[in-house]
């Protein structure tokens, strides 16, 4: 009798798990065997030679030792970045500290070490005529941070291993400044390796998300986790630049409040002195509070908290905001050009300015090049939805034709039928909008856009309804590769109108927690606009990665905490 579809996908399901759990038991032996081989080199290394305990004092009296820094003198030691070693300098002497990469000792005479600093690596030779020095360089774990005091010389053949390929130190003075412990809880290079050379050879070892969270510390220690954060950084920067050099000045709001400030249930509540206080889940109401200060440009970079029990690849509990708002004087369209402008100013900035990271980041994690234009395309929320209706299920078919599985066969068709029958004014989930991404990257070859018009009963109670048709208002999301990276609007400025506004919504929104904020449009205001940038996102969609956690020091989510 033949079994039913229900029991072989059962079926498949439960060989698919017992191969998951096989190869992850081997996985584990195999990093345990590794770990034992290197712990068992390291003590053998380590019987060879009893290193001195140095300071800065005593620095000079010696070639090789454990020199603890405890700031108990200055030298005069001439220093240099790894990245600044260049054939120019061959034939000087100087020093450079950083992590022992890798060391491949060869007999009694030589040993090859990789020194690591940030990105950048360079080999250091270390040869039999200093002595002892061989086996003391060779005993180091890896991941110690080291100093080394060498000639730069050039070798014959490029050293393709290191990102300095041109030049090598030839080592005369080696110091360990710290010790790593020999069993490292994951080894760089299976954190460092790309999804190719996964898929090429089942045998490597693959770090999954949690041991990496979990040792966050050592991951980011990847060449492209270094990078990341670096353009991580250089977003804020350009973010900040491009702001100050048109008139914004930056803010910063209080992120303890004393009430849950939008309405919403997703806050964080924390004693404060015996009473409540709640964790900021934007500066929005602030931002509008400093604009009727007459500071009439403001921006903010701070931390954003949002108690939302979300999983998916894009949210997290904390993160940080790109938060601008500024007057206009006809038109909110004024404040949308400037958001445009503001993206195009960074995306120029990573472009031009920071190669060097993007290629580093691209030989782990292989992305295209955004493709953006200033002005950017713009599309009313109409305009969108007949896009999606028109172009949408011709994709999700092909999608379906090719599927096998009969539960996502089943989806597909589900979704086909959703999606030609969106309405203008429905509300539009996660995935329809990557699928309206994609349409738009076919059709226009862009991946930066703007949808301007957002139904008004998805929008916060102070969103100004479209003057032609209140079923839509003056709001808008910002779009990198078919995900939401910004939501912006006019904000009403009409105290009269902000109560009426509120009253109507669905469960009516009660201001008297928040009446200084109403307050605050009494006195004379302004008309104004703004919106709200996730740094993390913007990070995660330029450079085309998977999961939000890449871009993000130490990711907080329902289940992380720590570290």
Not at 274 to 299: C, E, H, I, N, T
Not at 376 to 389: K, Q
């Amino acid at each position: 009798m033949e079994s039913s579809p229900e029991a072989l996908a059962e079926k498949r399901k439960a060989d698919k798990l017992r191969k998951q759990e096989e190869k992850a038991k081997k996985e584990q032996e195999k990093a345990a065997r590794q770990a034992q081989r290197e712990a068992a080199q390291t003590a053998k290394l380590s019987q060879v030679i009893s290193a001195p305990e140095l300071t800065t004092c005593d620095l000079h009296d010696h070639k090789w030792g454990n020199l603890f820094i405890q700031s108990n003198a200055r030298t005069s030691r001439a220093w240099c970045r790894a990245c600044d070693l260049v054939p120019q300098l061959k034939g000087e002497k100087l020093w450079i500290r950083g992590r022992l990469a890798t060391s491949r000792k060869q007999g009694k005479t030589l040993c090859f070490v990789q020194l690591r600093q940030s990105m950048y690596t360079v080999q250091a030779v270390v040869s039999a005529k200093e002595g002892e020095l061989v086996a003391f360089a060779a005993a180091i774990p890896r991941e110690s941070v080291i100093d080394v005091y060498g000639e730069v010389s050039v070798p014959e053949t490029p050293i393709a291993s290191c990102t300095q390929q041109l030049v090598e130190l030839q080592v005369e003075q080696l110091f360990c400044i710290s010790r790593s412990t020999p069993e490292l809880p994951l080894q760089l290079e299976d954190a460092a390796r790309t999804d190719e050379e996964l898929l090429a050879d089942p045998e490597l070892t693959r770090v999954n998300q949690d041991v990496r969270l979990n040792n966050r510390v050592i991951d980011l220690r990847t060449p492209a986790n270094q990078a990341i954060f670096r353009l991580q950084s250089a977003v804020c920067e350009l973010f900040r630049g491009f702001l100050s050099s048109q008139g914004f000045t930056e803010i910063h709001s209080p992120k303890l409040v004393g009430t849950a400030s939008e309405g919403g249930a997703d806050v964080f509540r924390v004693e404060y002195f015996g009473g409540a206080a709640y964790l900021a889940q934007s500066p929005q109401l602030y931002k509008q509070m400093a604009l009727m200060a007459d500071l009439d440009r403001v921006f903010e970079v701070g931390p954003v908290f949002r108690a939302e029990n979300s999983y998916t690849h894009r949210h997290m509990t904390e993160f940080t905001g790109l938060d601008m708002e500024m007057t206009f004087l006809e038109h909110y369209s004024e404040v949308l050009d400037m958001l445009d402008r503001t993206f195009n100013a960074v995306f120029d900035g990573l472009n031009q300015r920071f190669r060097t990271e993007l290629d580093i980041v691209r030989t782990q994690h292989p992305f295209e090049d955004l493709r953006y234009k200033c002005p950017c395309l713009r599309f009313t929320y109409s305009e969108a939805m007949a896009l999606l209706r028109t172009h949408g299920p011709t994709k999700l078919a092909e999608e379906l034709a090719a599927a096998t599985d009969l539960a996502l066969r089943a989806k597909l068709q589900e979704r086909i039928d959703s999606v030609r029958v969106h309405a203008d004014d429905e509300d539009i989930g996660t995935e329809d909008e990557k699928l309206l991404g994609s349409i738009v990257a076919d059709k226009y070859e862009q991946d930066f856009y703007i949808i301007d018009k957002f139904p008004a009963s998805v929008r916060p109670f102070y969103t100004m309804p479209d003057p032609l048709n209140p079923t839509f208002s003056n709001s808008y999301d910002i779009f990198i590769r078919g995900e939401e990276v910004t939501s912006g609007a006019q904000r009403i400025h009409d105290p009269d109108m902000l109560l009426k506004q509120a009253a109507a919504k669905d469960p009516p929104v009660d201001l008297t927690p928040i009446q200084a904020y109403v307050d605050s449009f009494k006195y004379g205001a302004f008309p104004h606009a703004g919106g709200g940038v996730g740094l993390e996102r913007v990070v995660m969609l330029f450079l085309g990665l998977p999961n939000i956690r890449k871009t993000s020091l130490f990711p907080r989510d329902p289940k992380r905490l720590s570290p």
